[in-house]
């Protein structure tokens, strides 16, 4: 008896010892695959003339900040050229690993390396390939692309290549107002619009910048032809088959900031547009356009679009969670976490005031201490 009560004993003992061990285990294996990452770059403040920056991973670990970790540093100029500018453009996070610069550099995150530092067009990203294009005045026009297994680079040698809808069209700048012009393959070109614009060339900067076109099918597009004075235009579409051109919205502001031009997809059948401080909503099917006073991010998150005095709202699921400056490329959110720098106006200029992540689980903003800010570039889950 006395003998199996021992042996009874040492199996129950051994079994809770089991269920310990297991259960230690779980919660490591648990706090691993609960980590959300911040991915930050900041200036290297001695490496001014460079444009010298540091790659941060901001981590949280259960919902809680766990520090910081340094993954890499890179310079922004090389031999007076750019060279790794994450502080340039739009940057875009792939597989929770990849950084493509706003230029087309590559930056593997997790083995801390820049693997491609060559600069192109992104276009989209497909399995294990990063595809490019390059409009060069001395190479020509190309597709290209980056083998995420190899980290080889290579030309697409194929002439019928085409990795999104839209044909070729490109504004001939030579002169304002802008010319349109369609180019099919293996025949002349062909002038679609005598007056295009004037692509937003800011008087008092002499400054050029880009006119976007967004491709709706094969044969229709949209792009804004925009005013000398760069406060007013119209969104056109534009149907190459027929060579007509419809105006389906204006758009203007008087704001004191910088011109910018973006046009992006949005959520459902909507298309965005973006000039200065304000956001429009284009309906492509119905030739519609209306302003849009909200930007609406993941999981719920929206954000205020004209930086009032106070501020911008900001708001999850419907509830306002707060109101701050921040501009409006540095926000960026998850399902779990929002991520502003922080600023200060006053008057013309504005100053940076560090971080601020709000926390879904625990409803709240934290501050979070860093140098100055270049960009934020988004949320990885690891």
Known sequence: MVLGYCLISFLIYNLKLFVYIFLIFSVAGFSQSATESLIVVHYDPTKKAELGQFIYKYNYVNNVYAGREKLLSVSGRKNEKDYVRCDKGDNVLYKDRYLISGIGNVIDLKEKKVVYDGTA??????????????????????????????????????????????????????????????????KPKILLLDDAGHGGVNASSNKMYDVPIYWIDNDNFLFPNIKITDLEGSIVKYTISTKTAKP????????????????????????????????????????????????????????????????????????????????LKNFKSSANYAAIVKEIVMGDESYQQGMSVYNVYKAKWEAIDGEEVACLIGWIKQ
């Not at 980056?146 to 290579?154: E, G, P, R, S, V």
């Not at 697409?156 to 990795?163: A, G, N, Q, Y």
């Not at 504004?171 to 293996?186: A, E, H, M, T």
């Open 248 to 327: 389906i919205g204006v758009f203007n502001s008087t704001a004191k900031i910088p011109p910018t031009y973006a046009i992006a997809k949005g959520s459902g059948s909507f298309v965005e547009f973006y000039f200065k401080d304000k956001l429009f909503l284009i309906n492509p099917a119905k030739e519609t356009m209306l302003q849009s006073f909200y930007k609406e991010y993941d999981a719920g998150f929206s954000v205020e679009m004209e930086e009032k005095s106070t501020g911008r709202g900001i708001w999850v699921r419907g509830k306002e969670i707060g109101k701050d400056h921040f501009d």
């Open 121 to 186: 067009k992104l276009v989209r990203c497909s399995n294990d390939s990063i595809i490019f294009f390059t409009n060069d005045v001395f190479k020509g026009k190309y597709y290209s692309y980056f083998d995420l297994k190899t980290n080889t680079y290579a030309e697409i040698k194929s002439l019928t290549f085409k990795p999104i809808i839209g044909q070729d069209v490109e504004f001939d700048r030579g002169k304002s107002p802008y010319k349109l012009y369609f180019y099919p393959q293996n």
